[in-house]
């Protein structure tokens, strides 16, 4: 009844269980074959639709015409001005989100009296939409980067903050109490215990933020904004490109891709003993 009732583990380079993610990993470059593919097939669909008249190509141009018009953009008009631009902000309000959303998650997930005094707040805000904040925001802070800096600090700091809650919270209960066994105060529990066994998924919390202020930017950047992918969307708005809308949109989309990417690579220098998969 012992080991012949369970199903020996599949072996080999491939993934056990009939190709379910279960405990396996796709050597690299099948991963990366697999990607490849999945946007071949996007852009097939895309130039598919069109050839066949579902889609009007003066409101979804061809895909080598947004690869023109992104050629253009660079050669012509100062794209990587506006890139630089938007990177910058993003860099910036993710900052201020971590160095915010962060500690404060961390007290909530620690401290229940914390919890119970934030949380009611923390979880209000998180379903307030940040666009809606947009005509405060400009009275308050007038049309400087001070705006855009809020707008996507606002929209990411409550979720930010409720995941490191939860992550900390899910600390295993038998580190804290082995060592408040061997006489460890709260705050030693806090610094030597808590916070090293939730700081991996606390970083992966962290790198969904981020993505979250991609998709937060251009809200930011439309509004009385000379500079940045959202200006240049708006100004190629104005002309009617609407080759250029989707060149922008899709550089937005490479952009978080390369951050993503980058972020994940310092956690796995971070956190070298974790699996990889985890972060």
């Given amino acids: ?22 405990g396996e990993a796709l050597p690299g470059f099948q991963a990366i074959g697999l990607g490849i593919a999945g946007w071949a097939a996007f852009f097939l669909l895309w130039e598919l639709s069109l050839l066949s008249g579902l889609s009007n ?13 992104l050629v253009r953009l660079f050669g012509e008009r100062g794209f990587h001005f506006d890139i630089l631009a938007s990177l910058w902000r993003i860099a910036a ?6 160095a915010v959303g962060v500690p404060i998650g961390i007290l909530m997930g620690a401290f229940v009296r914390v919890e119970a005094l934030l949380g009611p707040f923390v979880s209000t805000w998180r379903y307030l939409p940040a666009a809606s904040f947009v005509p405060l925001l400009l009275m308050w802070f007038g049309a400087d980067e001070g705006q855009k800096i809020a707008l996507l600090f606002l929209g990411a700091v409550f979720f930010l903050i409720t995941l490191v809650a939860d992550h900390t919270k899910s600390v295993r209960k038998e580190l804290v109490e082995t060592s408040l066994t061997l006489g460890a105060n709260k705050w030693q529990v ?3 215990v808590i916070i090293p066994a939730a700081l991996p998924k606390i970083f992966v919390a962290m790198r969904q933020m981020l993505a979250i202020g991609w998709t ?14 959202g200006a240049a969307m708006m100004r190629s708005k104005r002309f009617l490109r609407v080759d250029e809308i989707i060149a922008a949109i899709v550089m937005i989309g490479v952009l978080g891709l390369l951050s993503d990417i980058a972020f994940r690579r310092f956690a796995w220098f971070l956190f070298p003993y974790k699996d990889r998969r985890e972060l």
């Fill in 93 to 98: 309000s993710f900052a201020i989100v971590c």
């Fill in 216 to 229: 937060y930017l251009v809200i930011a950047e439309i509004v009385a904004t000379t500079d940045g992918i």
């Fill in 57 to 69: 190509a003066a409101l979804l141009p061809h895909v080598s015409d947004v690869a023109g018009a």
């Fill in 190 to 192: 806090l610094w030597t």
């Fill in 1 to 22: 009844m012992g080991s012949a009732a369970l199903p020996a583990r599949k072996t080999g380079s491939g993934p056990g269980y009939g190709g379910l993610a279960i």
